[in-house]
């Protein structure tokens, strides 16, 4: 196990900034990801740690050892990639223990290494096959097997499940959650897709545009973003952000007035209103149809069922709201067809405001 350290890093690709100023502490045994769509420096900030490019400014350290001028075999690094970088001529045993037998290490503990990677890793049955005799989920199994057995103090992901369909990415996220229980090692996981991110990570950092967003428990991000981009980012699917006026002590959305206590709104706010962005989750919604009358909620009246979406036990319902599209994720109780209306209640304490300009959380 080992604690990685981000400090003031900069990167630049010729006259082109893509790292500012990344500031980031890794503790021991810990699973980070690093999420944000393509071209926000993700990847390259996993680059640096793994040695594969040079730092422009900053250090970075691996327990308190800057690691800058390291070269990559020299780091215990174990990286699994996003095509798998697989030998085609060798066969799965081979690719596994590659690294061993090049490190010299003995038949003995290669042996033990392999037996409990593959066991775990359920390719007991495929040691022999070459990997163009594998599906993609074996595939990156070997990857992470080769991973595995290397001992080593970090694990770096680069989007190792991009090129997995639906099915095997679901079960390799298990694959890779069982493993870091097991080993404990310190993780780093690069991915653009926020389900990842929520499900696999103890801390998720947001990338934009070579600047770190922000950086939290996936729940804290789910439920405390500091800015639209990181509210829009997590959760699938994304936050309503709708415009509306606030006002002291409420807000006004499609000329209907919800309360908001004012003291949640880090900001002084004029007696003429002001123009700000709304934001509410479609998971927080519920049916007025199904509430009990002791709940204190606020609600939205005569929104527009524009298109319902069956996903089994939830239903998706694209909504309008006056000239404003919105979204909410109801269970099948609801009964509300399209071309309907229906009234949407939810705790205001679980809605944002955001500054329109700045696109910062007022009510943090």
């Known amino acids: 196990m080992a604690s990685v350290r981000f400090k003031n890093v900069n990167k630049w690709f010729g006259k082109i900034k893509v790292l500012h100023d990344i500031n980031l502490e890794i503790k021991e045994s810990e699973f980070v990801v690093l999420v944000g769509p393509s071209g926000c420096g993700k990847s390259t900030t996993l680059r640096l740690l793994a040695g594969l490019d040079d730092i422009t400014e900053g250090d970075i350290y691996i327990n308190d050892k800057i690691v800058n001028s390291l070269e990559p075999q020299h780091r215990n690094i174990a990286m699994v990639f996003q095509n798998y970088a697989l030998y085609p001529h060798k066969n799965v045993q081979e690719n596994i223990v590659f690294g061993l037998k090049r490190a010299k290490a003995s038949k003995e503990l290669i042996k033990n290494r392999l037996d409990k990677a593959s066991t775990m890793l359920q390719l007991q049955d495929l040691l022999d096959r070459k990997p163009a005799q594998l599906s993609g989920g074996q595939r990156q199994r070997v990857a992470m097997g080769r991973a595995i057995v290397r001992d080593a103090d970090v694990f770096l992901y680069d989007e190792p499940l991009s ?68 509210a829009t980012f997590i959760g699938a699917p994304s936050m309503n952000i709708l415009d509306a006026t606030l006002y002291p002590g409420y807000i006004e959305l499609e000329n209907q007035r919800m309360p908001l206590d004012k003291d949640r709104v880090k900001k002084s706010i004029s007696s003429d209103g002001e123009k700000v962005k709304f934001g509410i989750r479609p ?82």
């Open 163 to 230: 090129n997995l369909d639906a099915k095997l990415r679901s079960q390799m996220r298990y694959e890779i959650r069982r493993i870091h229980r097991e080993y404990q090692t310190t993780s780093v996981y690069v991915t653009h897709d926020q389900v990842e991110a929520m499900t696999l990570g103890d801390r998720v950092v947001v990338m934009k545009n070579g600047f770190i967003e922000q950086e939290g428990s996936p729940m804290a991000l789910y439920l405390k973003p500091k800015n639209i981009f990181v």
């Open 283 to 364: 998971d927080f919604f519920q049916d007025e149809q199904h509430i009990s009358g002791s709940e204190s909620l606020t609600t939205l009246r005569n929104v527009r069922v524009d298109i319902v979406e069956p996903l089994g036990y939830d239903r998706e319902l694209n909504l309008k709201l006056g000239d404003q599209i919105l979204k909410a994720r109801l269970d099948l109780r609801t009964e509300a067809q399209e071309g309907e209306t229906i009234n949407l209640c939810f705790d205001m304490n679980r809605a944002h405001v955001f500054d329109i300009e700045n696109e910062k959380n007022l009510t943090l």
